[in-house]
């Protein structure tokens, strides 16, 4: 004799309600942007204090998205190289800014570099395509 049971959700109302408000508040990588920020912060006129802030959650967000998109085929491990750049990403994005020009600017410009190096090697590898 089988014994069926009760059907139970894998989430409760609490948890589904989560994921959709993360649902809700993700937005699609645009490598337009992240060039946008890594131009403002590595070009020749360093941004403004008020602009570093805003910048630096960008480059916080635009890390966390590629560091998700290279480890998230496990078919395709990466390699050494992205893990560490992966790896100082993460390192990068648990710096909090001081609200010391230099120093944030500093950190603005770590995270523009392992950005830009990151989105360099995702491409190579054929993670993410450049549309431009």
Sequence with gaps: MTVITKWQ????????GAVVEK???????SLTDIFDDLDRILGA????AGELGEMG???RGALMQ??????ADPGHRPDAETLALVERGRALRDEEMT?????DLGLA????WT???LVERMINERHIKDDD
């Excluded at 959700?9 to 589904?16: G, I, M």
């Excluded at 649902?23 to 990588?29: C, D, G, I, S």
């Excluded at 590629?66 to 480890?71: G, K, P, Q, T």
């Excluded at 609200?99 to 120093?103: H, K, V």
């Design 9 to 16: 959700p894998p989430l409760t109302a609490e948890q589904l």
């Design 23 to 29: 649902v809700r508040a993700w937005k699609p990588l």
């Design 45 to 48: 006129q360093q941004p403004a």
């Design 57 to 59: 959650e960008r480059l």
């Design 66 to 71: 590629l560091s998700s998109i290279a480890v």
């Design 99 to 103: 609200g010391g020009y230099r120093t």
């Design 109 to 112: 410009r770590r995270m523009a």
């Design 115 to 117: 950005t830009s190096d």
